[in-house]
């Protein structure tokens, strides 16, 4: 069976069992692992993207989950990318075959603004530990590559205003009726051939996640480092990402209660200088990761 026939259904099996299944060094959910990503154990993943080549920061609008559903909305929440270039297949889970290539990486985020990570990791939200939030994380790896999205601030101008409206309607249908993350409505017919249902794919967001752990991750092949195919893919790359902001039981939502839905399209379009050859290798990025991971560190130690 070829490798990617293999990828393809480990993918589909991911998608359908995201809350159940594991990969080696990854937990066991709330980090969506596709590509060949998967070749590789979370801490070697995290220390790679830490000091990416190619960035993309965009501004949702979210809210203060310190507080309990529904609260009111507030800005300072960050959809992210972070795509690094040039990862050593010397670093993967099985590198005994290593032969001196590199895989380009692609790491989303989405990270609450310090309030309400600071709120989060008093010793009184701690403690409660029952927070009535429940958010659905949608990913929509089908995006398009396409140069005329790097000015429009995540509003996904590639997707026709009736499509958007419609699909983060459906969604919103869709959870109030059953708050289940995973059961996805049928994308809407005005969205035509723009989003395939088959390459959406969803995760509960993870509270802990809030100080921006990964929601997905994703690899391209093995390359030679001075092909810059995978590279120049993965900037002009945009992520549409659907975010449900629900509740759970614990919140006694009354009928009717409808979850606030928001799409927003994602890409890495500001490439570090000296970056559009990947040149920069793993270990000249180390010394920024190390610091970058450090701070991390701390903050998912607030939640412990």
Same mark, same amino acid.
């Given at each position: 069976?070829?490798?990617?026939?293999?990828?393809?259904?480990?993918?589909? @099996?991911?998608?359908?069992?995201?809350?159940?299944?594991?990969?080696?060094?990854?937990?066991?959910?709330?980090?969506?692992?596709? @590509? *060949?990503?998967?070749?590789?154990?979370?801490?070697?993943?995290?220390?790679?993207? %830490?000091?990416?080549?190619?960035?993309?920061?965009? /501004?949702?609008?979210?809210?203060?989950?310190?507080?309990?559903?529904? /609260?009111?909305?507030?800005?300072?929440?960050?959809?992210?990318?972070?795509?690094?270039?040039?990862?050593?297949?010397?670093?993967?889970?099985?590198?005994?075959?290593?032969? $001196?290539?590199?895989?380009? $990486?692609?790491?989303?985020?989405?990270? %609450?603004?310090?309030?309400? #990570?600071?709120?989060?990791?008093?010793?009184? %939200? &701690?403690?409660?530990?029952?927070?009535?939030?429940?958010?659905?994380?949608?990913?929509?790896?089908? $995006?398009?590559?396409?140069?005329?999205? =790097?000015?429009?601030?995540?509003?996904?101008?590639?997707?026709? +205003?009736?499509?958007?409206?419609?699909?983060?309607?459906?969604?919103?249908?869709?959870?109030?009726?059953?708050?289940?993350?995973?059961?996805?409505?049928?994308?809407?017919?005005?969205?035509? *051939?723009?989003?395939?249902?088959?390459?959406?794919?969803?995760?509960?967001?993870?509270?802990?996640?809030?100080?921006?752990?990964?929601?997905?991750?994703?690899?391209?092949?093995?390359?030679?480092?001075?092909?810059?195919? %995978?590279?120049?893919?993965?900037?002009?790359?945009?992520?549409?990402?659907? #975010?449900?902001?629900?509740?759970?039981? &614990?919140?006694?939502?009354?009928?009717?209660?409808?979850?606030?839905?928001?799409?927003?399209? =994602? &890409? +890495?379009?500001?490439?570090?200088?000296?970056?559009?050859?990947?040149?920069?290798?793993?270990?000249?990025?180390?010394? @920024? /990761?190390?610091?970058?991971? /450090?701070?991390?560190?701390?903050?998912?130690?607030?939640?412990?």
């Amino acid at each position: 069976m070829a490798d990617h026939t293999r990828r393809s259904i480990f993918t589909i @099996g991911l998608c359908i069992s995201t809350a159940v299944l594991a990969l080696p060094g990854w937990p066991a959910q709330g980090t969506i692992v596709q @590509g *060949n990503a998967i070749q590789f154990d979370q801490t070697t993943w995290d220390r790679n993207l %830490a000091q990416p080549n190619a960035t993309g920061n965009f /501004s949702i609008t979210g809210f203060d989950l310190s507080q309990g559903f529904p /609260s009111e909305q507030i800005h300072g929440w960050q959809l992210s990318v972070n795509v690094t270039g040039n990862i050593p297949d010397s670093e993967t889970l099985n590198n005994k075959s290593a032969s $001196g290539k590199v895989f380009t $990486g692609t790491s989303l985020f989405l990270s %609450a603004p310090q309030s309400v #990570v600071s709120a989060m990791s008093s010793s009184d %939200a &701690r403690d409660a530990g029952e927070t009535t939030w429940k958010i659905c994380v949608t990913v929509m790896t089908d $995006g398009p590559e396409e140069d005329a999205s =790097a000015a429009d601030n995540g509003t996904c101008s590639s997707l026709s +205003a009736q499509c958007i409206e419609d699909i983060q309607s459906v969604y919103a249908d869709a959870f109030a009726h059953d708050q289940d993350c995973y059961r996805l409505p049928a994308t809407p017919s005005s969205c035509g *051939n723009s989003l395939k249902q088959a390459n959406l794919t969803t995760q509960q967001y993870p509270i802990d996640h809030l100080n921006g752990t990964e929601i997905y991750v994703t690899a391209s092949d093995a390359h030679e480092p001075s092909d810059n195919t %995978a590279f120049d893919s993965a900037t002009r790359k945009i992520w549409p990402v659907l #975010v449900v902001w629900g509740w759970n039981n &614990r919140a006694n939502a009354s009928d009717g209660t409808k979850p606030t839905v928001q799409l927003t399209c =994602a &890409r +890495a379009d500001s490439i570090e200088p000296g970056s559009s050859s990947t040149s920069q290798s793993s270990a000249s990025r180390l010394q @920024g /990761s190390v610091i970058i991971a /450090s701070v991390a560190a701390g903050l998912v130690a607030m939640f412990a």
